[in-house]
């Protein structure tokens, strides 16, 4: 079982150019870096619950829909009255995708601390406005050191969005205390650039290896004991970009559980063609999603998984 934590929300995607008023119409589309990861890794095949908190509005009952559909235990999922969080996005010419949100007293934002999580755990992945909008922050901020400190293989995708993040700095030395509980950290070029930091910094403060997405240039792996390698995109026509990289983390979790390799000693035994081989059947499921619209990553047929 892997468990992804974190938000779901509504993404509202522009459905063409804007009209006379020159604002286009807005498409709901079910949304949020984990609740993508877990969607993505249920398509895949991998046996995954989602640990959140969600509405019991319109919206809310639609996304525990789609993960139902993929196969998503939704064991850990906790119900609230509150709204769903928006997320309107704003589509570049290339396809990448900016966003506003609409977060205030939202269901996601409440999460607390789950008693457990399901036996036979092997990963945790977290990430993205979970990790940044209190109190649920550090809900699964604790989520996550409890469960490195019992041995849980842990993934963290930060997914930068600095629309929401108040303290730039201090955001930045919360991301540092993480780590010594990550066991991979992976991240955009961009989100790199954001934070500031240097690889070769945060392999030695705790992940065993760190994954660098950097859209059509491909995919990148520094691992602690000083190996890189690196895998080209695949080329598609780009519709958008909304969760290729959450589409990543599904992809690199459901090809390292295929190999036994979801431990930091695993990790370190990989060699450089199973790592090639990971990042490009990774970068096969981001191509595959950023093909369609909104985040609607691939099925496993799809990718060969």
């Given at each position: 079982m892997i468990v992804v934590a974190g938000e779901a929300l509504i993404d509202l995607v522009p459905d063409g150019p804007g009209g006379d008023g020159g604002l286009p119409a807005?498409?709901?589309?079910?949304?949020?870096?984990?609740?993508?990861?877990?969607?993505?890794?249920?398509?895949?095949?991998?046996?995954?619950?989602?640990?959140?908190?969600?509405?019991?509005?319109?919206?809310?009952?639609?996304?525990?829909?789609?993960?139902?559909?993929?196969?998503?235990?939704l064991s850990l999922v906790q119900r609230g009255p509150e709204p769903t969080t928006l997320a309107?996005?704003?589509?570049?010419?290339?396809?990448?995708?900016?966003?506003?949100?609409?977060?205030?007293g939202t269901a996601d934002r409440l999460f607390a601390l789950p008693d457990a999580l399901p036996e036979g755990t092997e990963a945790l992945c977290l990430g993205t406005c979970s990790l940044v909008l209190e109190p649920g922050a550090s809900a699964y901020e604790a989520l996550l050191r409890r469960e490195a400190r019992r041995g849980v293989f842990t993934l963290l995708d930060p997914n930068i969005r600095p629309e929401i993040i108040g303290d730039a700095a201090a955001y930045r030395r919360r991301f540092l205390s993480w780590l010594p509980d990550v066991t991979l950290l992976k991240l955009s070029a961009e989100d790199a650039r954001w934070l500031g930091g240097e690889v070769t910094d945060w392999l030695a403060s705790g992940p065993a290896a760190v994954v660098v997405t950097g859209g059509e240039e491909g995919l990148s792996v520094h691992t602690r004991e000083g190996r890189t390698y690196a895998v080209p995109a695949r080329r598609v026509d780009v519709v958008d970009t909304i969760g290729a990289g959450d589409t990543v983390n599904a992809a690199l979790l459901h090809r390292l559980s295929r190999l036994t390799?979801?431990?930091?000693?695993?990790?370190?035994?990989?060699?450089?063609?199973?790592?090639?081989?990971?990042?490009?059947?990774?970068a096969h499921a981001a191509s595959t999603t950023c093909s369609r619209a909104?985040?609607?990553?691939?099925?496993?047929?799809?990718?060969?998984a």
């Open positions: 807005l498409l709901p589309r079910c949304g949020g870096g984990p609740y993508n990861t877990a969607l993505a890794l249920g398509r895949l095949g991998t046996p995954t619950a989602f640990c959140s908190r969600v509405s019991a509005d319109g919206f809310g009952e639609a996304l525990l829909g789609g993960l139902r559909v993929a196969g998503v235990d309107v996005a704003a589509i570049g010419a290339d396809g990448s995708a900016g966003y506003g949100f609409y977060a205030g390799a979801l431990s930091p000693d695993a990790l370190a035994t990989l060699d450089g063609p199973t790592w090639q081989d990971t990042l490009t059947f990774a909104g985040a609607q990553p691939p099925f496993a047929a799809e990718v060969g």
